[in-house]
């Protein structure tokens, strides 16, 4: 056998081997893009809702002056209420003034209540699209974790829980297909990967910042099945 002989047999025999490896290494550039986007896509949707969240928080604490003004009031009222039973007239118009006060706070409750529920209704909807473009295997409901003080005050004063950046923490668990319908057909490639993202609040002067807490690249959990 001649020389070019033998370098025809020899490309023949690499040939299927330079082809496959060519054909490997696209698949993993394309797991390593389709993993990028995904956790991206996560990242961005958990730090949108976070941001919501945070405005919102940042607009109740906002009201808490007001709120601690009323039920002082509130308070003073009363006290001029009973010192005043000798003097109709004086109870009456302390009373008439409980009653605006009363009032007033009312009012100021369903502010507070408000901000609470569009805030978390935001956070939702944005959790929503982030479910219609990728499979979410948990369940994330996201909530403002504050206490109220007084907690059976008309118009409470509020304030982050213990732990409030623990507690605010979003964490999902996403999975995507890998393979398109070409490498569907080869055997033993995983037909999808998964990942975790997750962001909470953390407090940055008197603003309420969403930030990213998921591990890094290296570190995530991903299952190839």
Known sequence: MNQKGFGIISILFLLPVLVLTGLLSFWGYDIVQKYSHAQDLCRDRLLLAQKEMGRSLVELLSLNPAADKLREQEKWLRLKIIASSANPTAAARYGALLTKNLWEQGLLRTQQESILKVGEWRARQILGSLRRTLSIKNNITPKIHVKKSPPLSIA??????????????????????TTSAFFQYLPGLPRKIEGQCAATLKQERNLWNAHITDLKFSQVRSLWK
Request: charged share 15%; hydrophobic share 30%.
């Open 156 to 177: 409470g004063h509020f304030e982050p829980q213990t732990f409030f950046s623990q507690r605010q923490n979003l964490q999902a668990f996403w999975t995507q297909k």
